[in-house]
Nanobody
Framework: QVQLVESGGGLVQAGGSLRLSCAAS?????MGWFRQAPGLERRFVSA????????YYAESVKGRFAISRDNAKNTVYLQMNSLKPEDTAIYYC???????????????????WGLGTQVTVSS
């Protein structure tokens, strides 16, 4: 049974930082983060390839968020800096088992999902 377990969410003031972690029970081609704010659809945030380390970011988080991985621990991290109230959402970790063309920013490409962790940024 594949499991993805997110941690690290919480409440932070605008301008602050949080670090999310996602521990996976298996090894995957790539892992990503998506977020869903109330009343909105789930949106891509960032992704990383476990094979070559390529990273991908949504325009809204470029320069503020950084994704990294520890292959030995099957864990992916999302360092979130300069947080804004509009970053408030449930953040979901996802994993893709096999490569697909432009795999990273389409949630439909991912095979497994975590339950999510709440991030709240106060103004």
């Amino acid at each position: 049974q594949v499991q993805l377990v997110e941690s690290g969410g919480g409440l932070v003031q605008a301008g602050g930082s949080l670090r999310l972690s996602c521990a996976a029970s298996g090894r995957f081609y790539g892992m990503g983060w998506f977020r869903q704010a109330p009343g909105l659809e789930r949106r891509f945030v960032s992704a990383i390839s476990a094979t070559n380390g390529s990273t991908y970011y949504a325009e809204s988080v470029k320069g503020r968020f950084a994704i990294s991985r520890d292959n030995a621990k099957n864990t992916v991290y999302l360092q979130m800096n300069s947080l804004k109230p509009e970053d408030t959402a449930i953040y979901y970790c996802a994993a893709i088992y096999r490569y697909r063309s432009r795999w990273y920013d389409n949630g439909a490409n991912y095979d497994y999902w975590g339950l999510g962790t709440q991030v709240t940024v106060s103004s």
